[in-house]
């Protein structure tokens, strides 16, 4: 019976993936919670330049029949660098099959029968996916840990840029006071575009505990509908809980227009295989793809950084 398992697993595993490899792809490229809010500029091989166009048109006494040119257009350019990142996994049937095979039992006592290589590979795209938005914020070309180091995250560049707003948080301040002190600091025109304010899952939790405590418990709005939104009091600024903030005792507040998110998706170089290795009798998995952030304009972007001994919310 094993041994026939065996053979069905080495006959599906090749068609799933040629059948979905592009919806596979797109969501390993694509994926994660902050990434899908992102601006997104494709066709990047390693750098490029991102295109933002900046008008400021004049107005003139419109009488008359003269015609003189007044106003500008500027196209802003900031570079954005992605990194190439691969996964390569390899798993034994002997060790894999037969926990599978038990796994499989229950999923069709629930009348669910989905095929054993969408599991793996939906938990492992599930897992790329968690990272890259982890990388996405705090991503450093320096940082040793190998899941952080091939490409520069957001803290990193709004920590670098001279023109970046950047507001110290005393320690053991509360989250209700942190977040507004980010608020307070928004330029009017980023307000405009719809600012957002992106805070940690724990530091999400203790600002809508506060709520409840300051009696916004009533407060109605479309944060009822997602608990991972709300909108803060008074305001039309979503607060955000980003799980590519964990750990880490940064507020960041831009709009979604301002955060761009760089990789290629346009050529060859973007795999996703998974087969059957006759040579060593083993399942390989084999995906590749770049990736890489940047701002357009750093002066309209608030970073606040909550001092360490806040130890709810300990910085990175």
Known sequence: MAQEKQNIIVDTLPDYVEQRRDELLSKVIFGGRTIEKMAKQTGIKTKAAINYL????????????NFTP??????????????????NMEFCPDTLLGKWAEYLVAIRATAEDLPFEEYL????????????EKAVWQGDTDDTDESLSHFDGLLKIANAEADTVKVPIAANTSAYEAIKAVYMAIPEEVLEKGARIFVS????????????EKNYYHYSGAQDANVQEFIFPGTNVR???????????NILATYTDNM????????????????FSKDDRVFKLAVRWNAGTQFAFPDEVVLGTIAAANTASATK
């Open 54 to 65: 900046q008008t400021d048109p004049v107005f003139q006494e419109g009488k008359g029949c």
């Open 70 to 87: 007044q106003g500008e257009a500027e196209l802003t350019q900031r570079e954005i660098e992605t990194g190439l990142i691969k996964v």
């Open 121 to 132: 590979v939906e938990s492992i795209m599930a897992n790329i996916n968690k990272k890259m």
């Open 201 to 212: 899952p724990a530091l999400f939790r203790e600002f809508t505990q506060e709520m409840v």
């Open 239 to 249: 607060v955000e809980s980003t799980p590519g903030l964990t750990g880490t005792g």
């Open 260 to 275: 761009f998110y760089g990789c290629d998706a346009v050529d060859d170089k973007e795999i996703f295989d998974l087969w």
